[in-house]
């Protein structure tokens, strides 16, 4: 018994062990179960460990030769990371490399250095409270610098000190509204939101509106003073990590409603946004991912944008049903609304109905409901490639645009890296086609009951006919280490865009008008509208692919990763070879859910 219980004081820290003396020489000083509790506390065999590993940790940083050589290893395995990512298909070991620095377990490690190397595992305590009058109030002087920063309210102001000021609707005072991340107010990191003013540069300000305050910052020079009175519970405030592709154009400008035109980002579709405050319900604060040390800026929340874009819809359908007349052709036009005019020698066909020789998908959304479908935000993360698993390059466009020529001319360029599925139908074989090679043929009961469980990525229906894509047909070529080439219709966008494939979607866009149609002449390229391709393509069918590109761009352009027009089908080959390459080689913003 002896023996174990010098065992245990041998294990037991020397500082924790006089601790215990200590509090035997002063129980009769404190309540038995404190004193008993602090013991257990003290002797716990836990506490000892993590005390001896902090001696140790310790004791190694005050050893010059043990010293890190850097406290921010993380940040430079990132930076390696992106400069890797860019150099994988020029060399084996770059490769190599950048798989294994995304190993979580290193990752890991190299967090665990930085903290030791910053001392981050020294004990935070909080700092002890004063103790004041209940009926005393706290002031704070909180001097800054002006700069070119909106301070705003309920008027257009000046850019001042990077915050948005309101009148408190119950009191009638003063308040910061809000602090915009990255400002001048928010790395002071003294004034928060809910801060009573009650003095800028000496004026009192109880009693004014928040413009009679811009007019005070506005003729102020040099430094400003707020007398500020801190508001209960705030803290600072912490940036989230939310990214996200705007589907939409936004420009504070032009917006009516917004508290400060100033502190407003201007974005376009495609941008890649960080969201660092989501805290207002109707303006959210961001910036662009491309310049992270920017100050943030407005722009309208998810749900503003939403109760926005149905207002306008609201307003525009009323307009229309007043102004509709028998017969008008906006009943049955194919541009949808909002989508650019087109130029005068398409005008004229402007209300008939294109001519389609591709599947019409019998989706459950059609265009009808896509068009009333509202595209804010998609929230977005970095997909990272991995070995030998390729992502399907699927290739959307108008009917005649040019993507099977460009899926058959990328698969002669290396048939055994780039295949496409044979897609099933189930009308008749026609002389000179060979099962397996054109089309897989089966009989619709078959076909009819696959699409039922489930096997097709997408189908549809063509002149009563079925055709479609099996999911095992795609997940073979994936599989064998390929690269899938897929050219649906444009209705099977949304059916593809699984978390299960993770398709690399590409928008074969038409040229103008008259482009297109001097393209196509000078190649003496044969109508695809043409079933037997015995003449070339006419005004109307040049006319239906570009309207027919607006469309898709208007109703699925936020759904794509990549643009390529095809003007000449060389320049393209190669635009569409190089974004296959950054496919396989890029990590790349994707939806968020085919990350987590």
Not at 1 to 11: F, I, S
Not at 99 to 117: F, G, M, R, T, V
Not at 371 to 399: D, F, H, N, Q, S
Not at 421 to 449: L, N
Request: one cysteine or more; hydrophobic letters at 35%.
């Amino acid at each position: 018994m002896t023996a174990e219980v010098m065992a245990a004081d041998a294990n037991r820290d020397p500082a924790l062990s006089k601790l215990v003396s200590s509090l035997q020489e002063t129980e009769t000083l404190s309540s038995e179960q404190e004193i008993d509790f602090l013991k257990t506390l003290l002797e716990s065999k836990e506490l000892n460990a993590l005390v001896n590993v902090h001696s140790k940790v310790a004791k190694v940083l005050r050893d010059d030769k043990l010293a890190p050589l850097l406290s921010t290893s993380t940040q430079v395995l990132i930076e390696v990371l992106e400069q890797l990512s860019q150099r994988c298909h020029l060399s084996p070991i770059c490769k190599e490399a950048f798989y294994l620095l995304q190993n979580p377990h290193l990752q890991s490690l190299l967090c665990a250095h930085d903290a030791i190397a910053q001392k981050d595992f020294y004990p935070h305590l909080p700092e002890i409270p004063v103790e004041m009058d209940e009926d005393e109030e706290t002031i704070k002087i909180v001097q800054l610098v002006k700069s070119n920063e909106p301070l705003a309210g309920a008027q257009s102001a000046e850019p001042i000190v990077g915050a948005t000021i309101k009148t408190d609707e119950e009191t009638g005072k003063i308040i910061i509204a809000r602090i915009m991340h990255g400002g001048a107010a928010d790395r002071s990191g003294v004034i928060h939101v809910g801060d009573e003013v009650i003095e800028v540069n000496g004026i009192n300000v109880e009693g004014k509106t928040p413009g009679d305050v811009l007019q005070i910052l506005q003729n102020s020079e040099g430094n400003i003073t707020f007398k500020i009175v801190p508001s209960d519970g705030k803290g600072g405030q912490r940036e989230s990590k939310v990214r996200v592709r705007a589907h939409f154009d936004y420009n504070p400008e032009n917006d009516p409603y917004i508290p400060c035109k100033e502190a407003g980002l201007a974005f376009q579709r495609g941008d890649i946004l960080h969201i660092v405050s989501q805290d207002d319900a109707y303006w959210w604060q961001a910036r662009k991912e491309s310049e992270r040390t920017a100050r943030a800026g407005l722009i309208p929340s998810r749900a503003l944008q939403e109760r926005r874009v149905i207002h306008e819809r609201t307003q525009r359908d009323t307009t229309d049903g007043e102004s509709k007349t028998e017969g008008s052709c906006a009943s049955i036009c194919t541009t949808p609304p909002g989508s650019p005019m087109l130029n005068s020698s398409s005008s004229t066909s402007s209300c008939r109905q294109p001519k389609t020789k591709k599947i019409m998908y019998d989706l459950a959304e059609n265009d009808d409901f896509d068009r009333e479908m509202i595209a804010t935000y998609e929230e977005v993360a970095k997909l990272y490639p991995r070995p030998g698993v390729y992502r399907p390059v699927v290739l959307i466009g108008a009917p005649g645009v040019g993507r099977n020529e460009l899926k058959r001319r990328l698969t002669a360029r290396d048939p055994e890296k780039f295949r496409s599925p044979v897609p099933y139908t189930t009308r008749p074989i026609r002389q000179g086609e060979v099962p397996g090679r054109e089309y897989i043929f089966i009989s619709r009961e078959k076909m009819e009951s696959d699409v039922s469980a489930g096997k097709f990525i997408e189908h549809g229906e063509y002149k009563g006919h079925l055709y479609g894509t099996s999911a095992e047909s795609v997940k073979s070529i994936v599989n064998a280490g390929c690269v899938c080439i897929l050219s649906p219709h444009y209705q099977a966008i949304k059916a593809l865009r699984t978390v299960q494939l993770k398709p690399f979607m590409i928008h074969i866009k038409p040229p103008s008008f008259d482009v297109l149609k001097g393209t196509r002449t000078a190649s003496r390229a044969k109508s695809t509208f043409d079933e037997t391709n015995s003449r070339g393509f006419t005004d109307e069918e040049f006319q239906d692919m570009v309207k027919h590109g607006e469309r898709i761009d208007f109703l699925y352009g936020h759904y794509f990763d990549e643009e390529i027009v095809n003007d000449d089908l060389a320049s393209a080959l190669e635009k569409l070879v190089n974004c296959v390459q950054r496919a396989e080689n890029e990590p790349l913003w994707s939806p968020a859910s085919w990350v987590q």
